[in-house]
């Protein structure tokens, strides 16, 4: 089982729809957790960090369940520029410092 | 002013071979990392330095070799170059080894072994 995992997509949505991504993550220690974007061709850049008590950030609200261990991501009104891949990134504390594990991201392409 | 730069942005070369990528911030970080993203977009943590001190080496063959000459510097060196080492390879930097903070991500390196 990968330790994060997410649907890989495509999510094709028209402008201004609502849409979600969840990932789910398998370490119960997992201390941080983050959405990240990355566009084609492109390095990732961090959208948001997600809290437990959840979060928003203009269109972008983000949860997180560390019951479930699921972290979920709406988009709300849909913009074409938001047309990249998310990564759902989970970061554990270790010897060697914090480590990043990343999703392999679920594609969202928005329509006209 | 980039902030993450990585030298070369295109590197295409023939099994056997020996490269070097380079990267640079300039952001003050003290930590500084090695990623692999292969073609199916897997992004995995190859090592990480703090300070210019190795911190994380995952389970990397030992062709590759990071360098790190001082804090905002920290190069890739990879010998006897395989077809499966063509990836995008991205350098990234954070301000601290801990605590939930964000990682700076450098264009990327498109690796091309033929």
């Known amino acids: 089982r990968k330790e994060v995992e997410q649907d890989p997509g495509p999510f094709n949505v028209p402008e201004g729809a609502t849409v979600a991504f969840n990932c789910t993550y398998s370490n119960s220690a997992s201390q941080s957790f983050f959405w990240y974007r990355q566009d084609c061709r492109k390095e990732p850049k961090l959208l948001m960090s997600v809290y437990s008590s959840g979060n928003e950030d203009g269109r972008f609200t983000a949860q997180l369940n560390r019951a479930s261990q699921y972290i979920s991501l709406l988009i709300r009104d849909s913009k074409l520029s938001d047309s990249a891949t998310y990564l759902c990134?989970?970061?554990?504390?270790?010897?060697?410092?914090?480590?990043?594990?990343f999703g392999t991201g679920t594609q969202l392409k928005v329509e006209l | 002013d980039t902030a993450v730069s990585q030298t070369p942005k295109y590197l295409v070369t023939q099994m056997g071979n020996d490269k070097s990528i380079k990267c640079e911030q300039n952001l003050g970080h003290d930590t500084m990392y090695w990623y692999k993203q292969d073609s199916k977009k897997f992004l995995k943590i190859m090592f990480s330095?703090?300070?210019?001190?190795?911190?994380i080496n995952e389970t990397v063959p030992n062709r590759f070799s990071p360098k790190s000459p001082d804090k905002a510097h920290l190069n890739l060196h990879i010998n006897s170059l395989e077809l499966g080492d063509s990836a995008v390879y991205f350098c990234a930097s954070s301000p601290r080894l801990a605590g939930a903070s964000e990682q700076y991500f450098g264009p990327g390196t498109r690796l091309t072994v033929t």
């Open positions: 990134v989970v970061a554990k504390l270790t010897g060697g410092g914090n480590k990043l594990t």
């Open positions: 330095y703090n300070n210019k001190e190795l911190i």
